[in-house]
């Protein structure tokens, strides 16, 4: 029973991750129909800002974090993306996997291949012991950060101005910018939260690793990206609960599959997504409409 | 500026998609307080027509709106300079309240402090859309979300106002609804450019209605032609 609760708290936490990584290309993709595999690189970005200020204070630390993270995104819009729009969503997930290389390779000659290592927030790296259960402290703190995130981005998109155009352009961009919504606007917009989900995202790992190597943000990008698909990447709700059920199902099944088959729970989630693929094609990448043209 | 240059004009106006060209240099006047039809089999250019207007797809050829160039423009910006497009399908956006379509509709004013008073008129215009205002806008009637569609547009307190075949798919009731609608909104000294596909019920509507075939407009009609079987037949087959 405890052991059970234990995993579901944890699976939960893993859940609350990949939905939010998920949510970081989800919430770009609906808007430009780029499903940016580089979002890994502004993961790592803000992990390694963590590591490498966290001994001046979370204070200083988080909000550095976040900025960094926001301007990469930025910039790769800026200097990247932004000349591109014409390109189909399949030219433009390759360019951004060719961005996400470069980015690695310049994390490698920056703080080499080595991983660097710091306490962040390694008070979070306890387990408290409630009634007899065992839970992570990070588990905890991952799912109320999401919730208030998710709370947030929630109030934003329904109660403020530039929140509506921003869904307006995510579900249907064509018509957003005939009515009137500047398309540079909500483009940087989502590229900017996109930023801050990354951060968010970059935290919760940074501290359950404590170490970053230029290649760090890669795998939560690559299950991201299958949970967004899955969940429909062009829905923003669609991606944060394909990203959701990815993370849960691998912590769930890393928890209780026996010892020798857990090394494969990636190829057990794998089948999932393929099953889900072959029942709900719809789920897939590219929609009916093409891409969006300037 | 004189009264004459008020609404839209357009000069020599091109459309080509990969080099096939599907406006081949039209011209069309849409002066303020009248409504202009645009009639034409499917395929002959008619959306291309509205959309490069707007800045959504590339032309040749001199827009001006109530005398000023807008040349090289986004859609966005267009907007700004007062014309407005109700797309061909209405595209509301259906997971958004009525209201919020409408909210959307007034980013694109150029004088926010007018923004309650459009709200006002609209409402007034369309009173389904305030009995509806919280519901969904997917949830809507094909009808209601065309009189939503043509709101959102006039959030944006346009001088001059597109609809590309605003009677799509709509019942006759909510086609004339749709259409005395389009008759106030004429009468409040917009010029009105409205492409359909049922010529008879356009050239009588219109102040004046051209004819489009294959990217060139043939004929040029008055509201007394709507009787007129001979123009009728070669309006509808060229
Ligand atoms: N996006 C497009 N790409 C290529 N050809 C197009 C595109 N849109 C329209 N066309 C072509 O341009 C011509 C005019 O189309 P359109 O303006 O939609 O006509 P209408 O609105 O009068 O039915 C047609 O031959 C159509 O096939
Ligand atoms: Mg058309």
Known sequence: MSQLLQSLVDALSAGATLGLAALAIGLVFGVIRLANFATGEIITAGAYTLIFTWQLGWYISIPFAIIVAVLLSLLMELSVFSRMRAATPATLLIASF????????????????????APVASELAQSISIGGVRIQMLSVATILLAAL??????????????GLQLKAAAADFKTARLIGIPASRVIGLSFALSGILAAAVAFVTTVQTGAVGPTFGVPITILALVGAVIGGIDKISGALAGGFLVGFATSMLASWLPQDMSNFKDAYVFMLVIGV?????????????????? | MSNADKGLSVVDLTVAYNGVPAVRGISLEVPAGQAIGLIGPNGAGKSSTLLSIMGAIPRGGTVLVDGIDIAGLPPEKVVRKGVSLVPEGRHVFAELTVMDNLRLGAVGRRDKSGYAEALENVLALFPILSEFSARQAGLLSGGQQQQLAIGRSLMADPDVLMLDEPSL??????????????????????????????????????????VLHDGEITLTLKPEDANNVDVLTQAYFG
């Open chain 2, 169 to 210: 798919g709509l019942s006759p009731t909510a086609v004339d609804a749709v259409f005395e609608a389009l008759d106030v909104i004429r009468g409040l000294g917009k010029a009105v450019l409205v492409v359909e596909q049922r010529a008879e019920f356009t050239i009588a509507f219109c102040d004046r209605t051209y």
């Open chain 1, 98 to 117: 060719g961005l996400s290389f470069l980015l690695q390779r310049v994390y490698e000659l920056a703080f080499t291949n080595n991983v660097q290592t």
């Open chain 1, 277 to 294: 693929l072959l029942m709900r094609p719809q789920g897939l990448l590219i929609r009916g409409r093409g891409a969006v043209r300037t």
């Open chain 1, 149 to 162: 995130l998710l709370t947030g981005l929630q109030l934003f998109l329904t109660r403020t101005s530039l």
